[in-house]
């Protein structure tokens, strides 16, 4: 039987995550350390002591979160569990960054500081409060789609992220969202809710975003990971440096 490893995207932080992780496996403990040292601050105390709401602002819930996920995955090889024991590893989102880093294809360091520039560049596109995005459970893609489509009203609204074949995420303008809610139910969506995210994640308002990190990765190594990664963006395995920074 195949294995994988999938990595979280935002949404999943919470204060004192990976705390428990870190006082029992001194591996664990060193990644955060070292995503600290890399960002030249304590992250590793707003993710254990912080407020929620500054723990949810992007451009520190993306790294947080690597820095969690990562640390899980030392705690897995102190139990003899290894990421080359996965045919294949995957995140969400900003967990395909965690997905890199466990694989060796980027530095935990690289990453920690790419996902706080993907983060910061994030929230610079898009102020607090302007955009959101919701999740839309028991619509499939195309009639997700007709509702971002009859929600914009002048606004961005569109059907971001195809999750499964009964969950799609629309993200843009925050009426637009909001007004998205509504119509999903009247089209027969079992719930519609929206996410706990500062900024409307994967769609056309990200493009600036998008910019600062082409550059941003044009700047750092990237290896062949040790197992191959499932991109977001193609849904299909890459393991080419090239192809992974595309």
Not at 12 to 19: D, H, T, V
Not at 94 to 112: H, K, N, P, Q, V
Not at 169 to 174: D, E, F, P, T, Y
Not at 227 to 244: E, G, H, L, Q
Request: proline share 4%; net charge negative; hydrophobic share 50%.
């Amino acid at each position: 039987m195949s294995k994988a490893f999938v990595f979280p995207g935002q949404g999943a932080q919470s204060i004192g995550m990976g705390k428990a992780l870190a006082d029992a496996y001194p591996a664990a403990k060193a990644v955060f350390g070292e995503v600290d040292e890399a960002l030249g601050e304590k992250l590793s105390a707003l993710i254990w002591e912080g407020e929620q709401d500054t723990l949810t602002l992007t451009q520190n819930a993306q790294p947080a979160l690597m820095a969690t996920s990562l640390a899980a995955m030392r705690a897995l090889e102190a139990e003899g569990v290894a990421i080359t024991d996965a045919s294949f590893v995957a995140g969400h989102s900003l967990g395909e960054y965690s997905a890199l880093a466990a694989t060796g294809a980027l530095s935990i360091a690289d990453t920690a500081r790419l996902l706080r520039t993907r983060g910061t560049a994030m929230q610079e596109a898009v102020p607090v409060g302007v955009g959101a995005m919701a999740a839309l459970l028991g619509l499939d893609f195309e009639t997700a789609q007709e509702v971002a489509s009859e929600a914009a009203q002048g606004d961005v609204c569109q059907a971001a992220n195809d999750n499964d074949p009964s969950q799609v995420v629309v993200s843009g303008h925050l009426g637009a969202v909001e007004r998205a809610l509504v119509i999903a139910k009247e089209k027969g969506a079992k719930r519609a809710v929206l996410l706990p995210v500062s900024a409307p994640f994967h769609c056309a308002l990200m493009e600036p975003a998008a910019r600062v990190m082409a550059d941003a990765l044009g700047a750092v190594e990237i290896n062949t990971p040790a197992v191959p990664v499932v991109a977001n963006v193609r849904a299909d395995a890459v393991s080419d440096p090239a192809a992974i920074r595309t």
